[in-house]
């Protein structure tokens, strides 16, 4: 009888609801209304607005498992219900594995991950304080220099860890958290990191959606990038113009130098995001002190190194130094599979695993990786805490394979490897299509 009372709309009728003011999804069969709720949402609208209209269920499962967000959803019911939902063999094993590490307790089980780094920082930055400051040899500068990039390192794994779970007893903590490993200690902003990171997210290796894989003029990893496409992210043309072709004609090449200095890019996003852009920010203010709070403090450490010829040696080892952790971001998809357009939801695993790729270390090197080895496994389950990514690889590896999911795991030099092989084919195929390079071979 409840059965016959409830109201059915189809898919279509669902896909017509994508409207910021008139947005629908679907979970588990049931839809809810999530106009209003978008703009309170702690992981911003983006999400709702990029799987508007569709069903959800995995993508939910993905960032609220057990029942972390049952106590919103119920006020969100529209009464209707999705009619003949079709579930794919891969989400059914995919929500039956969530479950399963839900009721294993993996993804509360932080152990003490978040006070063991902390106090790695806090000895480190005494460390380099003190080598700076109490040191007149030049070798004990450039070891306080490697020092602070191992710190930066560290910092940006809590600040990624608490921007994914709480690492504190509460919210407001896990916040301090954010502010103090992001914008005090590194300089980048935790709110630029969590709005290009959702997005990161939910759009894996989407050339047109994933912020992460638009790095024109400098880099691209594909060849669609020579269309000039538009960046729904950035919502602006991608060009391929005459000074991108001979950039990235070079990629491969200057793919190392680059990461030395990325930093400076990070340093000039915070920036543009905090004090130029009008863009809404949660917490500006604290997120332009904190970075105050960087500035002051790095400034007068380099200008405490006697000299100009250290300092700028100081700099350079200590962004060279923390130019590995950005490598190691490439590493994790720029040799992935890529695709254009909007995600789906009913292809988040496949899209998920087929964009990743799972660095090998040893169990006594995950201090250096952040957990970011296991990118496979953060990206299938972003909510569990990196402490339990070694455990759970086994599982979700069986999971890909039964599935015929894509899982690579390479070593740290296959996967430095892999990527400039990537870079690599596309700097062939720009310099094909650069007009000047052609001319030059054309006449000897």
């Known amino acids: 009888m409840d059965s016959q009372k409830k109201k059915y709309i189809t898919s ?73 939902p079709t579930v794919s063999a891969v989400s059914q094993d995919y929500r039956t594995l969530s479950s399963h590490f839900s009721q294993l307790g993996l993804f509360h089980s932080k ?8 106090t790695s920082i806090a000895l480190l930055l005494l460390a380099v304080f003190y080598g700076v400051l109490r040191c007149s040899s030049a070798w004990a500068h450039m070891g306080s220099a490697v020092l602070l990039g191992l710190l930066w390192m560290q910092s940006s794994y809590v ?51 994933d912020p992460d894989l638009q790095h024109m003029p400098v880099f691209a990893v594909s060849p ?28 491969h ?21 905090l004090v130029f852009s009008n863009r809404k920010v949660q917490n500006r203010g604290m997120n332009i002190a904190g970075v105050v709070v960087f500035w002051v403090w790095f400034s007068a450490l380099v200008r405490w190194v006697p000299n100009w010829w250290e300092r700028v040696m100081f700099v350079m080892v200590s962004f060279g130094v923390t130019s590995i952790q950005h490598v190691q971001f490439c ?15 009913n292809e988040w695993c496949e899209k998920q695993s087929s964009g990743s790729l799972d660095i090998e270390c040893w169990v006594w090197m995950d201090w ?12 299938l389950f972003p909510r569990i805490p990196r402490c339990q990514l070694r455990r759970i690889a086994p599982m979700v590896k069986g999971f890909c394979e039964k599935h015929g999911l894509g899982y690579r795991r390479l070593s740290f030099w296959e996967a430095n490897v892999w990527t400039v092989r990537t870079l690599r084919n596309a700097a062939m195929e720009a310099r094909k299509r650069n007009l000047l390079w052609e001319a030059l071979n054309t006449h000897g």
């Open 368 to 379: 250096f990786f952040g957990g970011l080895q296991f990118q496979i496994e953060h990206h």
């Open 253 to 273: 090449l200057t793919f190392y130098p680059v990461m030395c200095f990325a930093r400076i890019n990070l340093f000039v996003q915070t920036i543009h995001l």
């Open 331 to 345: 590493l994790n998809h720029f040799g992935g599979e890529v695709y254009v357009g909007s995600p789906r939801g």
């Open 111 to 118: 152990g003490h991950v978040a006070l063991l780094t902390l």
């Open 159 to 209: 600040g990624h860890d608490s921007g994914h779970y709480q690492v504190m007893k509460n919210r407001n903590l896990n916040q301090f958290a954010q502010i103090l490993c992001g914008n005090c200690l590194t300089g980048i902003s935790i709110a630029w990191w969590k709005w290009t990171h959702n997005a990161h997210h939910l759009s894996c290796n989407s050339l047109d959606h």
């Open 12 to 84: 279509d009728e669902l896909a017509t609801h994508t409207h910021p003011h008139d947005l629908w999804i679907s979970i588990h069969g049931a839809i809810y209304d999530v106009t209003h709720w978008a703009h309170i949402h702690p992981g911003g609208a983006t999400p709702l607005l990029t799987f508007a209209g569709q069903d959800v269920t995995d993508v939910f499962t993905a960032f609220h498992p057990g029942e972390t967000a049952s106590p919103h959803l119920h006020r969100l019911l529209t009464g209707h219900h999705l009619q003949n």
């Open 224 to 251: 669609v990038f020579f269309n000039s496409i538009t960046s729904s992210f950035y919502g602006k043309k991608l060009n391929f113009d005459p000074i991108s072709r001979f950039l990235i004609s070079h990629q």
